[in-house]
């Protein structure tokens, strides 16, 4: 018997994100504008909440990562896949 769990972290999920409504996937993707919104390279929706001056260096942004969509209030991750910060995964 072999049983395999449901559910790993593996996988792209960039397309999970933006299919819940319209206005999400215009924001991640526009292209008349920056998007303050996009997928980081650990696959976590985040979103920018403003810049920061940091001395002798350009202003950077702040971003956080995003639970729910802020327009249609869509589920999009689960805060407890953000307590995995994937160190000493033996
Ligand atoms: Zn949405």
């Not at 319209?22 to 998007?35: N, Q, T, V, Y």
């Not at 702040?62 to 327009?71: G, S, T």
Request: glycine share 14%; charged share 30%.
């Amino acid at each position: 018997m072999a049983e395999e769990p449901v559910g790993g972290a593996e996988g792209t999920e960039d397309e999970e994100f933006g299919s819940c409504c319209a206005e999400l996937k215009e924001a991640m993707s526009g292209k008349e504008f920056d998007p303050l919104i996009a997928v980081g390279e650990d696959g976590i929706l985040y979103m920018s909440v403003g810049l920061i001056d940091i001395e002798g260096e350009e202003p950077g942004m702040v971003d956080h990562p995003v639970f729910f969509c802020p327009f249609c209030g869509t589920e999009l991750q689960a805060r407890d896949e953000l307590r995995q910060d994937g160190d000493g995964n033996t």
